[in-house]
């Protein structure tokens, strides 16, 4: 099988699926919020300490500038690293996922 025919092959079964429009996209290790791509640090320990700023100034959210939105954003960078914050990620989005189901 050639390079070519692999990859004619892997973007076919991509075409079916729904892309991804929030986290962080495995294959390039990039943030995704809808359309919008950004690029995270390589290293470990740079994209703990961004999620842990992102989160630190998201509890200042009352002051100008920093706001709440940093507080999901830090979530999902330290998801990227962190055992314990993907399992909290994943309980909550779970929990969204059928609190906005419509009732039967």
Do not use: C, Y
């Not at 699926?17 to 320990?45: Q, Y």
């Not at 961004?50 to 979530?75: Q, R, S, V």
Request: a positive charge.
């Amino acid at each position: 099988m050639t390079d070519q025919s692999r990859t004619t092959e892997n973007s076919g079964r991509n075409e079916g699926k729904k892309a991804r429009r929030f986290g962080i996209d495995p294959g390039t290790g990039e943030l995704v919020i809808g359309s919008i791509r950004i690029p995270l640090p390589r290293s470990r320990l740079a994209r703990i300490g961004l999620g842990i700023a992102l989160i630190f100034g998201g509890l200042l959210g009352f002051l100008p500038i920093l706001g709440f939105w940093m507080l999901p954003l830090g979530f999902v960078v330290l998801s990227h690293d962190l055992p314990v914050v993907r399992r909290w990620r994943r309980r909550f989005a779970v929990w969204w996922t059928r609190r906005r189901r419509p009732a039967n």
